[in-house]
C-alpha cells in the first residue's frame, strides 16, 4: 500500500535555553501537506469510510495504491486508461444484506474469522478471486477451496458487480447469516488497519471488537442497497 495513505510528522526537540533568558513561543508545526502521487499536486486530506477524502488509483503494475489530486483521479476513472497501467479506486458502497452462504461453505473457503474481503486479480489470465481477512499481522490471504468458490460466486451476484483489482466485496459473518458490501479495496486496507492497531490478547479484546462494529456501521450508512 502507498506510504501516502499514512504519513507522520514529529518536531525537532526543543533546544536548552540560558537560564533567565526569555521564553519564547515554539514556532508551530506546519501540517504535512498531501501530494498526488502521480503529479506533486497537493490533493487534500487523507479520508476514512466516515469523512471522504482524495482519491486514490491503483497502480497494477506494482499492485500498490496511490493517492491522486481529483484530475489525475478522473483520468484514470475508464479501464484501459494509460494503457491500463493505472485504474481509480471507485467511490461507492453497495450494501447486499443477504448472502446464499452457509457457514460449511465459509469454513471450506478456508477463511478462520468472520470477517473477509475479496477482489478479482487481473494480473492472473482467469481474474481469479483472491481472499483477505484483517489480523493483527495486517491483511492475511486465504487460500481458496475452487469447488466452493465456484459454487458461491454462482449463486450471488454480488461477486459479478465488483470491479477487478479496485472494489471488494467485503462479507461479514453475523448472528443471521452473512452480510456483504462492495466497498473501495482502500475501505478493506483501512479496516485491516484498526484491527492492527487496537487488537489485543487472543480475541483482540473489547475495543478492537467496538472498532470493527463501528467501521460496519459506518459502511452501512454509507452504503446504497442492492437493486
Known amino acids: ?3 501516502g495513505l499514512r504519513r507522520f510528522v514529529s518536531s525537532a526537540p526543543e ?4 537560564a533567565g533568558s526569555a521564553q519564547a513561543e515554539p514556532a508551530p508545526v506546519a501540517a ?4 498526488c502521487e502521480l503529479c506533486g499536486s497537493p490533493c487534500g486530506p487523507e479520508g476514512t469510510v466516515a469523512v471522504p477524502g482524495h482519491g486514490h488509483v491503483v497502480d497494477l503494475e506494482h499492485r500498490s495504491i496511490r493517492c491522486a489530486c481529483r484530475p489525475c483521479y478522473l ?5 484501459g486508461a494509460a494503457s491500463g497501467h493505472y485504474q481509480a479506486v471507485p467511490e461507492r458502497f453497495v450494501h447486499h444484506p443477504g448472502v446464499a452462504l452457509t457457514p460449511v461453505q465459509w469454513d471450506q473457503l478456508q477463511i478462520p474469522v468472520r470477517i ?6 487481473s494480473d492472473a489470465e482467469t481474474e481469479e478471486w483472491v481472499a483477505f481477512y484483517p489480523s493483527p499481522a495486517g491483511a492475511t490471504q486465504s487460500l481458496l477451496s475452487l469447488e466452493s468458490w465456484v459454487e458461491v460466486v454462482e449463486e450471488n451476484p454480488v461477486f459479478a458487480s465488483a470491479a477487478p483489482d479496485v472494489e471488494a466485496v467485503l462479507v461479514q459473518r453475523t448472528e ?3 452480510e456483504a458490501f462492495v466497498v473501495p479495496i482502500t475501505a478493506c486496507y483501512e479496516l485491516v488497519a484498526r484491527v492492527r492497531m487496537h487488537w489485543q ?8 471488537h467496538e472498532e470493527i462494529a463501528a467501521f460496519f456501521e459506518t459502511v452501512r450508512e454509507r452504503s446504497e442497497k442492492a437493486s
Open 1 to 3: 500500500m502507498s506510504t
Open 15 to 18: 533546544r536548552q535555553r540560558p
Open 32 to 35: 504535512p501537506v498531501e501530494r
Open 75 to 79: 483520468l484514470f476513472t475508464h479501464r
Open 116 to 121: 473477509a474481503f475479496l477482489f478479482r486479480n
Open 176 to 178: 443471521d447469516g452473512f
Open 201 to 208: 490478547g487472543f480475541d483482540g479484546g473489547e475495543q478492537a
